[in-house]
């Protein structure tokens, strides 16, 4: 929908939504196990930019429902610019129910709860926020930015004003030697949080990051296939979670797991202990990888 030719990434479950980038790259781009945004440059489009890019997608999709904004963290644009944004989508989208992004723990600890609560008046309905870890040690690491203390916060006060947090977690990012912290932490944070939906995907490690050069050099020791699904239970049978989405399906996963918590943990578990107990899962490698995330 844009002139930008870098790849639009978005939620799997956006695959519906139209999909309007409002910058390019991400303003923080320093995460060690990612390379969506690599060789792009921050860079927030203009005014007239958005109005072409708005102009195009309403006229391929006049009746859409739902619109996706593209790159990285699309809070940390100037409020009155997103404001603009959003006031333009309701005006050329006449059937829009929602209005989706990403977010991190920085753009929501620059917000006002004031200001959360005019996202959500705007249409703004879902934000996507990677926690990947809890432990503070395993996101210094990763060279995450931000802390767990903002992406906890700016989850509760995010969800206080209206809004709904999919948050993210990932499977084996703190490697064998950090994997019972990661376990504990991530429980922690994600039981702090209360988001409305989870999702948990195995650690990818992808060509061309700091990540996939310290596992060959031997720095970082991948979880086996065998430790990826014992993390996965380690982390669930630990969550205390009152009304939640969970979702552990992406093509990273080893067994596609779906549900609503609590009501659906044991089974969830049962699933997971039937995996382990079979034998089937490799105990001296990760096993097999996704060939595209």
Known sequence: MTASRHTMFRPPAESDSVLIRVADGCPHNSCAFCAMYR??????????????????????????????????????????????????????????????????????AARSDEELAALRKSGMHTLYMGLESGSEEVLRLMAKGGTVHDMIEGCRRAQEAGLSMSIMALIGIGGQDLSALHVAQTVAALNAMQPRLLSCLRLVPVPGTPLRRWIASGRFRQLTEEEAVRELRGILSGLELRHTVFRADHSSNILPLSGRLPRDKERLLSELDELLECGVLDQSTPGPMPAAL
């Open 39 to 108: 060789s792009v440059p921050y860079r927030e489009h203009d005014a007239q930019t958005l109005a072409r890019t708005i102009a195009a997608a309403a006229e391929a999709r006049p009746d859409a429902r739902r619109v996706f904004l593209a790159d990285g963290d699309v809070l940390a644009l100037p409020p009155k610019a997103l404001a603009r944004i959003l006031g333009r989508l309701r005006d050329v989208f006449p059937r829009l129910s929602r209005v989706n992004s990403y977010a991190s723990g920085q753009s929501l």
